[in-house]
């Protein structure tokens, strides 16, 4: 497959390359000083296993590309306006868009049995600008489940796990995600195709939702997270409200929040995405974590006044340093 990864970070840096290791035609739009180093010297994908570095075509201007088969959208939710403003160039007639991302994505209600395919999250795609540019018959969705980070600049640290969920708004999965659930397993993900979704999104959510913003206002890793006690409460009564959010709609993540602390705990002293943004300077995934989650509330008649207080705390906290747009 012809495939280009639009944001080649930690998650799509990972997939660029072992995408490419695996025989398909790869490239990547990115910009800056990571642009500059894929260019230079290439992606070098570094593991506890191995470290191995792969050639890789980068460009900063999608025109440059050309159609693919398939656009893998790894970028964070405040960035997705610049992708829908330059996608057009990659888009063939027959192209999908899988957006590899945290947070409730902007195409959530579009499949959806609730409000009837005629809501949209004015929050995530005011305007609409996102659904115009990336029209919900293209989307894949994909949920990530492995930990890697960009230490520096051209170079991808995988952690641990390497599983992707992929499926289509409303489960009626066609061959466009078998083709990519294919392509991923000759890369070496674990990688399966469901007919839910906005589910797994949603289980995804319950541990982003509450790890990834208190992690950025204490400055502290995962596990200490879990270990003091009433940070673990407050972080336990924001997985509640969002699995009631979730049920309100049809979605239930069908999980329990100490499970689902669990799964965080396996990580040991991991920094969630949003921490590693705010040490680096970045700007914050704050709108599709907390603000979309809040509207979808607000639509269900869901009251969440925990994660009301996380998301204006966490929200003032990246407006004071500039990070928040």
């Not at 949209?120 to 949920?143: F, K, N, Y």
Request: proline share 5%.
């Amino acid at each position: 497959m012809k495939i280009c990864i639009y944001g080649p970070g930690a998650i799509g840096g990972l997939i660029a390359a072992r995408l490419a290791q695996a025989g398909h035609t790869v490239s990547v739009v990115a910009r800056g000083a990571h642009l500059t180093a894929i260019r230079e010297h290439g992606l070098r994908i570094v593991s506890e296993k191995n470290e191995t570095k792969v050639r890789i075509k980068a460009e900063h201007n999608p025109a440059l590309l050309g159609p693919q088969d398939c656009v893998i959208v790894a970028v964070k939710g405040q960035s997705l306006p610049e992708v829908a403003a330059g996608i057009a160039p990659l888009l063939g007639p027959d192209t999908s868009i899988v957006t590899a991302m945290n947070g409730v994505p902007w195409w959530f209600f579009d499949r959806l049995a609730f409000g009837d395919g005629k809501l949209r999250l004015e929050s995530l795609d005011p305007g609409g600008q996102l659904t115009r540019a990336m029209p919900t018959e293209r989307i894949v969705g994909c949920v990530v489940h492995l930990a890697a980070s960009t230490p520096e600049p051209g170079v991808i640290r995988h952690s641990m796990d390497e599983r992707l969920i992929l499926g289509e708004p409303g489960g009626r999965n066609t061959a466009r995600t078998q083709a990519i659930v294919a392509a991923l397993k000759e890369a070496k993900f674990e990688t399966v195709a469901t007919a839910t979704i906005e589910k797994e999104f949603w289980v995804k959510l319950l541990g982003n939702i509450s790890f990834n913003p208190v992690a950025a206002l204490t400055l502290a890793t995962a596990n200490r997270l879990i270990a003091d006690e009433y940070v673990k409460a407050y972080m336990v009564s924001i997985m509640h409200e969002c699995l009631a959010i979730g049920r309100a709609v049809g979605v239930d993540a069908a999980i329990d929040p100490e499970a689902r602390m669990e799964m965080a705990r396996r990580l040991g002293a991991f920094k969630p995405s949003t921490l590693q943004d705010m040490e680096a300077g970045k700007s914050l995934e704050i709108d599709g974590l907390l603000i979309g989650t809040l509207e979808i509330a607000r639509k269900a008649g869901v009251a969440a006044p925990f994660t009301e207080s996380l998301a204006g705390l966490a929200r003032l906290r990246a407006e004071s340093t500039g990070q928040y747009r």
